[in-house]
């Protein structure tokens, strides 16, 4: 967070009132006119805002379905590592952009170029098909092995793809 033109002294004091005290400030904010549970939160010279769940939100470990213990083969297993290994690279924030956004921005222009209109934007159903990790992980590393022909040009990631660190 950075102050507000003429708060630098309200900033300040907050910021070192929060430090003596080893608190931090709790309260709700709206970001997208969705309100949030946020922390303010002392760091070094600056405020840090952290977003939080509310109670409600909040689900118990004991409710989530989760798979018990499972003897995993090591094939499988040095796959996926082999894998992960191929998908590495430094992080780089400005690579992942906010999706939603884009797409809200698409559909405002839309509806300003139809003159306020209703468009309608058909959009494909999620899938629920289940993939054989097995099969795919040993596909991905096919594709992985293969060198990029000399002289041609990486193309562009698309953005918002994460990648394991």
Request: charged share 30%; net charge positive; glycine share 8%.
């Amino acid at each position: 967070m950075k102050p507000d033109k003429g708060a630098d002294h309200a900033y300040v004091l907050l910021r070192e009132a929060l430090n003596a005290k080893g608190k931090v400030g709790i309260g709700r904010v709206v970001i997208s006119s969705k309100q949030h549970l946020a922390a303010i939160c002392p760091q070094g010279e600056v405020l840090v805002l952290e977003l939080m769940h509310f109670a409600e939100d909040m689900v118990e470990p004991t409710e989530i379905r989760r798979p018990g213990p499972q003897e995993l083969p090591r094939k499988g297993m040095d796959m996926a590592k082999m894998l992960i290994a191929t998908m590495e690279e430094p992080w780089q924030p400005e690579a992942f952009r906010n999706d939603y956004l884009d797409k809200l921005r698409g559909v405002i222009d839309a509806k300003v170029k139809a003159g306020g209109k209703t468009t309608i934007r058909k959009t494909a159903a999620p899938s629920a098909n289940v993939i054989d990790l097995m099969a795919a992980l040993q596909e991905s590393l096919k594709g992985a092995g293969k060198k990029k022909p000399a002289g041609k040009a990486t193309p562009a990631k698309p953005p918002g793809r994460q990648k394991a660190r």
